[in-house]
């Protein structure tokens, strides 16, 4: 049976620069090209960065957002803040991951299919966290 690939774990942050650069130091991680610090770079610049491993695998992506509250987890009210992306390489492919998502109990939260740039669904797991799926 076929399943999607995971293709980056996406995390939102206030200062998506500084986020990478930390993640970068700590895991030895590699800018996607293009992806570097450059002179002169606002926050304007940096809405959504990538970064590789060197022996390949899943991104680490940050995206840029003006606010967020911080996450509380594993005690208080706010709990973690992250969602995947997941990827397949067709749009029949899609569809198929679509209804299995639905039949093990995900729900549709944005319906892209549609999109010529990007179809993807994007989905809440059954306790609520994003995800999405699209053709990549």
Do not use: N
Not at 77 to 106: I, K, N, Y
């Amino acid at each position: 049976m076929a399943v999607p690939t995971l293709k980056q774990v996406v995390l939102d942050t206030e200062d998506a620069r500084a986020l990478a650069e930390f993640y970068r130091e700590l895991l030895g991680l590699e800018y996607r090209p293009g992806d570097e610090p450059h002179e002169g770079e606002t926050h304007a610049d940096t809405d959504w960065l990538a970064l590789r491993f060197p022996g390949g695998g899943p991104e680490l992506t940050f995206q840029q957002v003006d606010s967020l509250p911080a996450p509380t987890w594993p005690d208080g009210p706010r709990p973690q803040m992250a969602h995947l992306d997941l990827t397949v390489p067709t749009a029949e492919e899609l569809q198929s991951q679509r209804d299995r998502a639905l039949a093990l109990g995900a729900s549709i939260l944005r319906d892209r299919f549609d999109d010529p740039e990007e179809p993807l669904y994007v989905f809440a797991d059954p306790s609520g966290h994003p995800f999405c799926i699209f053709v990549g």
